[in-house]
Every structure is written in C-alpha cells, then in structure tokens.
C-alpha cells in the first residue's frame, strides 16, 4: 500500500508533516521557497513585529557538541510593511502552506500585528510569546502567565480569521497550564516548544560566548523536553500541537508524533544536515512506515498515549 | 569545523595606514574565497575573508572601515581571539590561463588563489593579478605576487600608479588569453567584471557578500532573490551559471533587519 506522509494543522494540509521552524532561514520569501523546494511541508517566516529589529549584535549563535545551539538572534525583522510584502511573495509563488509568526511588547500590539500580517492571508499565523532573548527590552515574556497568554490569544483571534499556533514556551513550571489557558481563549492549535534558556561561557576569555549572554538552546539536548511538552500537553488540550525542539531524524519526527503532535518543526538540523534535511528525514519516516507496516501519519499522532498498541 | 577556537595573534604587520594583517599559527586548512568568523569578546562577531593560508599559518587582512574592524585595528600580538571557520564555497580553479581581479580587500582571496595556483603546478606566467585601488597607497599585494612571478595589472583612480582607470580597463586587454576570470571586490566592480565575461563567454568565479549573522546556515539574513541561497553555504562563491539566477546581483542587499538596500 502507499504511504501518505500528508497531515493536516487546523485544517491546513500539509503534504508532509515537516514544518520549517521560524527563526531558521526564513526572513525573506525566497528563503522559505529554497525550504519548501528542499522537501518542507510547510514553513515560518520569522517573527515579525510592528517596526523595524536589527536584533543583538553579533555572536548571536554558538554551535554545541552533539547537535545542539545555542542562539539569540534577538527577533531582527525588517517590520511588518516589508515583512506582509515577503508573505505575499512567497503565497504568490507556491500552493505549499506558508505561516506567519508574530511578536508584540503588547497586548494591543499582538492585535494590531494579527490584524496587519492578515492582510498577506498567510494559511497560519503562529504567535510567538515565549521568546527567551529579549527580556530585557519586552519583561518575562507573555508565555509564563496563563492569563496573559490568554488574553493575547484572545486579542489575536478578535483580529483575525485565520486560525492561530500560539508558540509556547518550556521555561516555565507547568506548561499545561498556559496550554488549557490559550486553548480556552480561542487558541486553534499550540507549538510545543521554543527554545530552552541556556548559556554558555568561553573558559579562556572568562566571557559568555553569544552578546545577549543568554540565549535559546535547541537541536538534540533538548529533544526529550519537547516530548514530553507534546505529550503533556496531548493529555491536557484538545487542539492539535506542532511538535518542535530537537528533531534531527525521521526516527526524532516519529516519536513526537506519537507524543501527541500532528506535525514536526525542523531547526538545527539545517545546521547538522544540511538544508535538504527536509527530504533526508521525509525519507525516513517513510522508511520507518514501511517496516512497521504504517500507512499513513494520522495511523501514528498520540500513538504512545494508546497501551500495547504495538 | 564551526565551533569558535581562541587563537593568538602571532604577528601584526601593517599594509598601509589604517589597514593590518593580522597572523595566526593554525592549521585552517581553508580555501581560497572561504572566510572566517571574527570574534572580539565584548565587541562583537564580524566575517572577514582569508587572505593567505599555507596549511600551518593563516592571516586575515582588515581595513577600519566599521566600528568593529577599527576596533579590531586596537588587537596587539599576544592578544587571543575567537575564529569560527573556515565557513563557505571556494574558488576552483580551471583552464590553463587565468586573471585573478582584486578590489579592496578583495586582494587578500586573489593573492592567495594565486598562491594555490602556482603551488598546484600552474605556470606563473599563465597567471594574472589585476588589482586596483583608489591610490597607490591602497594597493595590496604587490610585493607578495612579485615573489611568486605573476603577471601583475595595477589600475588606480588617480593614475598614481599602473593604468588610470578600473580593474576592468585591465581586464579587457587580456581577457582574450585568459580561461577562467576570478573576482572578489565590492559589488558594482563584481558586476562590471561578470559582465564582461559575459560578453566575451568566459567562465567566472565571483564572490557575492551579503549580511552575515550565524555563518553557517540557520539565521537567513544572508539568502539571495529568488533562489534562497544562503551566502554562508551555498555562497559566498558563486560561478556565473548561478550568478545568472541571482536576480539581486549588483541590484540590492539586505541589512540586518532584513531591509533591501539598493547598491
């Protein structure tokens, strides 16, 4: 029988269940074309908010033995006039899911950026409030509070129609409860997560590394936080999850879709894999089916949940 | 190898005012066209070309231009900084004669693909250095490509020394001989240079610089119109099948907000 790798995210189907993180090559819409072109199945622009970010002087990133890094980018974007405008290019140039991303120091912001970033009609629009690179300038970001969360939620939705991914964050003491909250203020599904706060320090200069000091750490280190995040989260929400954080493999993109998540973001892997890691891990989930008699995605989302199911 | 290593500065030797070399005994093991990342803590983290590598030293050589690479012009011998690299496509040589074309600190990848070239067995004389500058204080890597027997070409703008005019004055005379033409410089003589060997249906290698954040391929500020080439990956060198597909070639570049940015 043929495999089906195809999933679907509120409705949106994608041919794949590859996701290109935002914040990974994907400013400009010819870079989220050169994803999809390298087997994405759907892909993120990076965080976009109301004006100009050039984001933190350089280092912004540090590569960690054993397929990790460690970033702070500081959310740069060219502002949402110019960033609407890439949207719009990159709809105009493929029928693949294209997905807007977020950012505000306000709740009124996030309003107005849902309501502006529309305009593109990107297929999503995920909203990053859990950044953990910029507290100096935007406080502890919107993802630790549940009644925050929900009530950025509930000023994105009043803004638009197309349906949100509020992007949640691992650094906090109970995400399902920023997962129920957002799900009840009209969340249509959840990114389960960003980046875990990490650090890293030069011995010989005595110096942190990257400029901001502190950063986000991603890629393999913290792929069992993400799943269990998924799977948590599984329990707790009834709206799907994107399943992000640590997938390198076909076999790291089975496993959080059987932790509960309809779809997979792919990051540092572009760092360790190369740009066409997208193909090399599609390649191996399907490998993966056809030795375990799978036929399609949906038969493994939230497997592990199900005892002796295998 | 992308993790940063703390290296000391072994040697300084000033080209002209206000433009060093700075010397590093490491094995590299880069290529020309390839670059590093520069990191001074507490000051930031800026590519910069590589401009001579013999498997045991490498050297990167800096104008002040930026606030950071006058900053970099305050680093004594003995001090210790960060490199990241070697990082990006190189040059490749092919054909038997070849015209390496040098603007700025463009002469640095130039001199050393000159370097590798003779080192690989390609006679001197087949080899051509075209380098120009403002005036010919600027000029660098006279001396160096003298020691090795290449043709050299210099242009200036203000005639002070060799030709008066643009590098691709020069270029024009011998690029009926040549095979393959090389070229790093600042965009709008890139272009001048692709262009001509367009014209005259030569092979070209050029080296496209775009705003570079991470160096190794994950925050997209350096990806080109429309292909999404990363210039840190898939770039910096390009050859002219691919520049042909760079719609943003001599045209515009993105700043760090992602902003295009006209030349």
Redesign the interface.
Same mark, same amino acid.
Not at chain 2, 223 to 230: A, I
């Given at each position: 029988m043929e495999i089906n790798l195809s999933t679907s995210l509120c409705g949106v189907r994608l041919r794949n269940p590859l996701v290109l993180a935002s914040g990974i090559v994907d400013t400009t819409a010819s870079a989220l074309l050169f994803a999809l072109k390298n087997g994405a199945g759907a892909v993120i622009i990076k965080s976009i908010c109301p004006e100009p970010r050039t984001g933190h002087k350089e280092p912004i990133l540090h590569a960690i033995k054993g397929d990790s890094m460690l970033n702070a980018v500081g959310l740069s974007n060219p502002g949402l006039k110019i960033a609407v405008e890439e949207l719009k290019n990159a709809k105009s140039r493929t029928k693949e899911p294209i997905i807007a991303n977020i950012f505000a120091s306000s709740v009124e912001e996030f309003g107005y950026s849902a309501k502006e970033v529309s305009r593109a009609n990107p297929d999503l629009i995920e909203v990053n409030i859990s950044c953990p690179n910029v507290e100096d300038e935007f406080g502890k970001p919107f993802s630790c509070d549940p009644d925050l969360a929900a009530e950025v939620t509930r000023a994105v939705k009043e803004n638009t129609n197309i349906p949100i991914i509020i992007k949640l964050s691992p650094n906090v003491a109970n995400i399902t409860v920023i997962a129920k909250a957002v799900e009840q203020a009209g969340a249509d599904a959840i990114t389960c997560i960003n980046t875990v706060g990490g650090m890293v320090i030069d011995t010989k200069t005595a110096q942190p590394i990257i400029s901001n000091k502190v950063g986000g750490l991603s890629g393999q280190a913290i792929k069992p936080v993400a799943v269990k995040a998924i799977y948590e989260c599984y329990k707790a929400v009834n709206i799907p999850i994107l399943g992000t954080g640590g997938v390198m493999t076909g076999n790291d993109a089975i496993e959080q879709l059987m932790a509960g998540a309809v779809a997979v973001g792919i990051g540092t892997a572009i760092y360790t894999r190369g740009i066409d890691c997208f193909d090399k891990i599609n390649q191996e989930i399907e490998e993966f089916m056809q030795e375990n008699n799978y036929n399609s995605i949906k038969e493994i989302i939230g497997l592990a949940h199900k005892e002796n199911k295998k | 190898m992308?993790?940063?290593v /703390?290296l000391k500065v072994e040697k300084i030797k000033e080209e002209y005012p206000g433009t060093k070399s700075f010397f590093f005994n490491h094995t590299l093991n880069s290529q020309p066209g390839q670059f590093v /990342?520069i990191?001074l803590?507490?000051l930031?983290?800026?590519p910069m070309s590589i401009a001579a590598d013999d498997g045991k030293q490498f050297y990167i050589t800096i104008s002040g231009v930026g606030p950071f690479s006058k900053a970099i012009q305050g680093v004594k011998e003995g001090d %210790?900084i960060?490199i990241r690299g070697p990082l990006g496509t190189h040059f490749n040589l092919k054909g038997n004669t070849i015209a390496l074309v040098g603007g700025g600190y463009g002469a640095g990848p130039m001199a050393f693909l000159a370097e590798l070239a003779v080192w690989e067995g390609m006679k001197p004389q087949n080899i051509h250095y075209v380098i120009g500058a403002r005036t010919k204080d600027l000029l660098l890597f006279e001396q160096r490509m003298k020691t090795i027997g290449v043709n050299i070409h210099i242009t200036t703008d203000d005639g002070t020394q060799g030709k008066q005019g643009r590098v691709t004055d020069a270029l024009k005379e011998i690029i009926e001989e040549v095979d393959t033409i090389y070229c790093v410089g600042p965009e709008m003589m890139e272009k001048a240079v692709y262009d001509l060997a367009q014209e005259h249906q030569k092979e070209c290698e050029i080296s496209l610089e775009r705003y570079t954040?991470?160096g190794?391929?994950?925050?997209?500020?350096c990806?080109?119109?429309? %292909?999404?080439?990363?210039m840190c990956?898939e770039g910096p060198v390009l050859n002219q099948d691919q520049l042909k597909k760079v719609s943003e070639f001599g045209k515009y570049h993105?700043?760090? %907000?992602?902003?295009?940015n006209n030349f």
């Open positions: - | 992308t993790e940063v /703390m /990342m990191w803590p507490g930031g983290e800026k %210790t960060g954040k991470c190794i391929g994950i925050c997209g500020s990806c080109v119109d429309p %292909t999404g080439w990363r990956i993105r700043d760090a %907000t992602g902003k295009k």
